[in-house]
Nanobody
Framework: QVQLVESGGGLVQPGGSLRLSCVVS????????MGWYRQAPGNQRELVAT???????NYADSVKGRFTISRDNAKNTVYLQMNSLKPEDTAVYLC???????????WGQGTQVTVSS
């Protein structure tokens, strides 16, 4: 059974930083493209950043230059370093593991990020 567990969310002031982590268990982490998504109240879930198994990254325009996604295959963990946070970054951040038809697609429960003074 594949499980994704996020951590690192919290309350931060505008301009501050947070680092999210997502640990994957129950499967071969290196086979998955990993992603971070977010969903604010009343809004659709949106892509924040993805990182392929080979390390290629992709970012939403709204976070380019502020957020960095990375992965540590030895620790089965994907990270999202978030700098220069803005109130509009407030959302539940969810981790995704995309393994295609062979390995499946999985979501974590999410971690709340609140940016407020």
């Amino acid at each position: 059974q594949v499980q994704l567990v996020e951590s690192g969310g919290g309350l931060v002031q505008p301009g501050g930083s947070l680092r999210l982590s997502c640990v994957v268990s129950g499967s071969i982490f290196s086979k998955y493209a990993m992603g971070w998504y977010r969903q604010a109240p009343g809004n659709q879930r949106e892509l924040v950043a993805t990182i392929a198994s080979g390390g290629t990254t992709n970012y939403a325009d709204s976070v380019k230059g502020r957020f960095t996604i990375s992965r540590d295959n030895a620790k089965n963990t994907v990270y999202l370093q978030m700098n220069s946070l803005k109130p509009e970054d407030t959302a539940v951040y969810l981790c995704n593991a995309a393994g295609g038809w062979a390995f499946g697609n999985y979501w974590g429960q999410g971690t709340q990020v609140t940016v407020s003074s």
